[in-house]
T-cell receptor, first 112, second 115 residues
Framework: KQEVTQIPAALSVPEGENLVLNCSFT??????LQWFRQDPGKGLTSLLL?????REQTSGRLNASLDKSSGRSTLYIAASQPGDSATYLC???????????FGAGTILRVKS | DVKVTQSSRYLVKRTGEKVFLECVQD?????MFWYRQDPGLGLRLIYF???????EKGDIPEGYSVSREKKERFSLILESASTNQTSMYLC??????????????FGQGTRLTVV
């Protein structure tokens, strides 16, 4: 059974810092991996999607990498801003299944 | 932009009531999903559908049913609401072959309270 773990559970950084969020998964037979952002009381906003054949994806100040063989992904946020404060979730889609399996998320707080 | 719209942001229902949560997507996606999100438990899949009138159970289907009569609409039904179904409910859709995901898009969530 696929399990997804996110480290750290919470992170507090000063504005302007570069930071890395980690996601690991137990079964490397994935179709893709997706990073989401969730603001309190709201739905999930898709940030980046990495197909299993890709190594990384970039969008603005965000860069996500994928190492399928080791079961790891990282989300790099450059020059963090207070507006980046949110919960970040990663989710993997199984090659053989029909659902996204989510990690518990990392709660990020960027202090001004 | 893909838009997934859930019919209500907040809902308060009484124990034993039949509750309908509606979700509509506007991008002709084949796959639609219902999740619930609880503190400490994360997101858990209730049901999903990969085509009209098709449905499959997720991890926690007990106490729920679903309906997909049209491609753009996926309804979650609580047959007899109970207090342990108080939760945030999230609908999602994605394009793709049977069950295989491309990018998934989520609605804004429905906070359901059962009293």
């Amino acid at each position: 059974k696929q399990e997804v773990t996110q480290i750290p559970a919470a992170l507090s950084v000063p504005e302007g810092e570069n930071l890395v969020l980690n996601c690991s998964f137990t079964d490397s037979a994935i179709y893709n991996l997706q990073w989401f952002r969730q603001d309190p009381g709201k739905g999930l906003t898709s940030l980046l999607l990495i197909q299993s054949s890709q190594r990384e994806q970039t969008s603005g100040r965000l860069n996500a990498s994928l190492d399928k063989s080791s079961g790891r992904s990282t989300l790099y946020i450059a020059a963090s801003q207070p507006g980046d404060s949110a919960t970040y979730l990663c989710a993997v889609s199984s090659l053989y299944g029909n659902k996204l399996v989510f990690g518990a998320g990392t709660i990020l707080r960027v202090k001004s | 932009d893909v838009k997934v719209t859930q019919s209500s942001r907040y809902l308060v229902k009484r124990t034993g009531e039949k509750v309908f949560l509606e979700c509509v997507q506007d991008m002709d996606h084949e796959n639609m999903f219902w999740y619930r999100q609880d503190p400490g438990l994360g997101l858990r899949l209730i049901y999903f559908s990969y085509d009209v009138k098709m449905k499959e159970k997720g991890d926690i289907p007990e106490g729920y049913s679903v309906s997909r009569e049209k491609k753009e609409r996926f309804s979650l039904i609580l047959e007899s609401a109970s207090t342990n179904q108080t939760s945030m409910y999230l609908c999602a859709s994605s394009l793709g072959l049977r069950g295989q995901h491309t990018e998934a898009f989520f609605g804004q969530g429905t906070r359901l309270t059962v009293v």
